[in-house]
Every structure is written in C-alpha cells, then in structure tokens.
Nanobody, 121 residues
Framework: QVQLVESGGDLVQAGGSLRLSCAAS????????MDWYRQAPGKQRELVAT???????NSADSVKGRFTISRDNAKNTVYLQMNSLKPEDTAVYYC???????????????WGQGTQVTVSS
C-alpha cells in the first residue's frame, strides 16, 4: 500500500523558517509530480509549489522568493523550505504525489494527512 507521510509543521514566529518533508512509501514503481498544497481555515485548498521527477519546479506567486520546493528521488521524498514566514502562511500543508504503484499501468493521486503550520505575528 502506498502512502505519503508529512512532517515538519510547527508554530513559528513571523519571519521564521520551517522545513516540511513528505516521504512516499510502499510498493512504488515510479513517482511523477510531487507537490505541496495548503488550506487555511475557511478557504479552499491552494497549490503552493510543484516539482517533477525531472527536476522542474514552480511555485505560487504568493510564496515566490520565500519558499523552495526540492526532492530527493532516491528517497521518494519532497521538501518545502519556508523562509520569511508570514501570518498569512498559516494553514494545513498537504503533500500530493502522482504515483504508479508496482504492477499498475497508470498513475494514481495520493495525498498526505496534512501538517499544521502556524505563524504568529
């Protein structure tokens, strides 16, 4: 069974930094996209940053210059380095991955359980 497990969420003061991790485990043949989303209270889930297995990354305008997505394909892990955090970054952060399990001919969508990031002013 394939699963994504996130870690790294915490309470931090404005201007601080956090690093989130998301590790995929299970019977995996291949991973394509590994992305980070977030959902603040009362708001829709939004895309924060994306990465491909080939190393192409992108991020939302609201976090450009502050957040950096990276991944270690050998470890099936994606990271989100968050610097210069603002109170408006407060949200539950979710990891997403498009994974092809062993013996499967297609990719499926997988989500982590979410990790809380709270930024105090």
């Amino acid at each position: 069974q394939v699963q994504l497990v996130e870690s790294g969420g915490d309470l931090v003061q404005a201007g601080g930094s956090l690093r989130l991790s998301c590790a995929a485990s299970g019977r995996i043949f291949d991973i394509n996209a590994m992305d980070w989303y977030r959902q603040a209270p009362g708001k829709q889930r939004e895309l924060v940053a994306t990465s491909t297995s080939g190393g192409v990354t992108n991020s939302a305008d609201s976090v450009k210059g502050r957040f950096t997505i990276s991944r270690d394909n050998a470890k099936n892990t994606v990271y989100l380095q968050m610097n210069s955090l603002k109170p408006e970054d407060t949200a539950v952060y979710y990891c997403y991955a498009a994974i092809r399990p062993l013996r499967a001919g297609v990719y499926f969508d997988y989500w982590g359980q979410g990790t809380q990031v709270t930024v105090s002013s």
